[in-house]
């Protein structure tokens, strides 16, 4: 797999804002199972497990198998240079254009 | 390993509650660039081939050339960062109405020639970038060199 795909997998893991939330919460929790991580969300199982699948091929998160249950783990290490730059580059635009809209709001 | 020609592109946009004119004004004058873009706007003019210095809120230095513009609708320049001018990206901004007194602006900046470098990041420091990611992605497009 080149970095290109692993760049675009990673983009189109982290663009849906469900799996953004699951991604966080595995970040700050450790390793849950889908059946943790579907509570408090407005989505099925099914679907969160479809999600973490998609988050497991950008190879942000893996699975492995406890018991009955299977864990799923975020690795943020997954995160690319220029995956780094876009967001370091996204954010500053962001600042810069609230700080726009606050001056042209102004005068 | 990336190609050494792989471009990155953040691509973002909103909507303001003026005329072009008005927008037009905030982003093709030093003046109107000072107010939002970065608090030191060290530029001739913004004109095709004027070159000069932007100082941003984070006390970084870059220097900016002016490439294009086009007269109430676009303006492009290249920016690198005075520590590392190999890291050259283009931004283009460009205007368009979307009803009378609200104009559309979208920017796009684009670093071509990424450098094939493994990054790691901390699990901390992660986490402080997803919460930016969040702002941002919705507006972020990826796109090959």
């Known amino acids: ?107 | 390993m990336a190609p050494m020609n792989d471009t990155l592109t953040v691509e973002t946009e909103i909507e303001l509650d003026v005329d072009g004119d008005a927008a037009w004004a905030a982003v093709a004058t030093t003046e109107g660039l000072a107010a939002w873009l970065a608090p030191i706007v060290a530029l001739p003019s913004i004109e095709p081939g004027a070159s000069g210095r932007i100082v941003d809120d984070e006390g970084v230095a870059r220097i900016v050339a002016v490439r294009n513009v086009d007269v109430g609708h676009s303006i492009s320049f290249t920016w690198w960062r005075e520590d590392a001018p190999a890291d050259a990206s283009t931004v283009t901004i460009e205007l368009a109405p979307v009803e009378a007194g609200r104009t559309r602006l979208r920017v796009v900046e684009t670093l071509a020639g990424v450098r094939a470098k493994a990054s790691v990041a901390t699990g901390a420091s992660w986490v402080v970038a997803l919460a930016q990611l969040t702002l941002v992605v919705a507006a972020v497009v990826r796109a090959r060199g």
């Open chain 1, 1 to 107: 797999v080149s970095s290109v795909d692993t760049l675009d997998a990673l983009f189109a893991a982290v663009a849906d804002p469900t799996r953004r939330s699951l991604l966080v919460r595995l970040v700050r929790s450790g390793p849950q199972s889908a059946t943790r991580l579907v509570e408090g969300l407005s989505v099925t199982r099914q679907a969160v497990v479809k999600h973490l699948q998609v988050l497991a091929d950008a190879g942000l998160v893996d699975s492995q198998r406890a018991g009955r249950e299977v864990r799923y783990a975020a690795h943020p290490e997954a995160l690319t240079a220029g995956m780094t730059w876009m967001v370091e580059t996204g954010a500053a635009w962001d600042r810069r254009l609230d700080r726009l809209r606050r001056h042209v709001g102004s005068t």
